[in-house]
C-alpha cells in the first residue's frame, strides 16, 4: 500500500508542476493501472501539445516496467493523438521523461536507471518548451 501511496502522490506533485507553469493543464487518472483499459497516469496539454504520462517513483536507483504498461501507453497515446512519455521520479533527486522509443529491454521487463535516465532522459522544464 505505501508504494501505491507514494504512486499517487508523485502523480499529485506533477499535476501541480504542469498547472504551476501557467501555460500547461493536467489531469490524473486515477486507478489507471487497476482498468483493463488502456489509460496513462496522467494526460497533459498547452493547445499545442498534448503528453500521455505513466508515471513511475523511486526510491533507490532503478525501476522496471512491464511490456504491457508501455504497449498500453503507446496505444492509448497514438488513440488520442498525444506524445507518450514515462516519468520517472527519483527520490532526492527529481523528474526525468524518456520517450518509450528509447526504452531498453531487461529480460521481458523494460529497465530505467538512474544513470540512463540522466542520459537519456529529459527534465520537465526541456519536456514543456
Same mark, same amino acid.
Given at each position: ?5 507514494? %504512486?499517487t502522490r508523485a502523480e499529485?506533485?506533477?499535476l501541480h508542476k504542469f498547472?504551476?507553469? =501557467? ?17 496513462? &497516469? ?21 525501476? /522496471?516496467?512491464? =511490456?504491457?504498461?508501455? &504497449? ?5 497515446? =497514438? ?16 523528474? /526525468?521523461?524518456?520517450?518509450?522509443? &528509447?526504452?531498453?529491454?531487461? %529480460? ?22
Amino acid at each position: 500500500m505505501a508504494s501505491k501511496n507514494k %504512486g499517487t502522490r508523485a502523480e499529485r506533485e506533477l499535476l501541480h508542476k504542469f498547472y504551476d507553469t =501557467k501555460s500547461w493543464i493536467c489531469l490524473r487518472a486515477p486507478g489507471s493501472g487497476s482498468i483493463p483499459i488502456p489509460s496513462p &497516469d496522467l494526460l497533459a496539454g498547452n493547445g499545442h501539445r498534448y503528453l500521455a504520462i505513466e508515471c513511475k517513483s523511486v526510491k533507490n536507483d532503478s525501476k /522496471y516496467l512491464t =511490456k504491457q504498461e508501455i &504497449d498500453d501507453l503507446i496505444f492509448f497515446a =497514438k488513440k488520442f493523438g498525444a506524445e507518450p512519455w514515462v516519468g520517472i521520479r527519483f527520490d532526492n533527486i527529481g523528474w /526525468y521523461f524518456i520517450s518509450p522509443d &528509447d526504452l531498453k529491454k531487461s %529480460g521481458k521487463m523494460y529497465v530505467v536507471s538512474l544513470k540512463f535516465a540522466e542520459s537519456i532522459g529529459v527534465k520537465f522544464e526541456e519536456l514543456i518548451v
